[in-house]
């Protein structure tokens, strides 16, 4: 006969931050500033202004998109970023 364990693939524990917390870098909450100062800034102007690498920009920038706290709205163009969780601009 087959048997199969159950096997957790996480634990939480009393020290946990809530699952609906996004978990912010420094960098991402610096660059969440300036979008919400300015938010048709392009990712090579925040590389210029951060002294990072673009792909480091991109990286930052979607793992704020997978975390819900900003959004793309336009073209590629003309398009702006707009902060969904102005929550996170105090942490």
């Not at 673009?54 to 997978?66: D, G, M, S, T, Y």
């Amino acid at each position: 006969m087959l048997r199969l364990e159950i096997i957790p693939l996480f634990y939480i524990s009393e020290k946990s931050t809530p699952f609906s917390t996004p978990i912010m870098t420094k960098m991402e909450q610096s660059i969440l500033t300036v979008i919400n100062e300015k938010n048709s800034i392009t990712r090579e102007e925040l590389a210029n202004l951060f002294n990072i690498s673009v792909n480091a920009i991109k990286k930052h920038i979607k793992n704020l998109k997978q975390k819900g706290i900003i959004e793309r709205k336009g073209n590629n163009r003309s398009g702006r970023r707009n902060v969904l969780d102005n929550t996170s601009l105090n942490s």
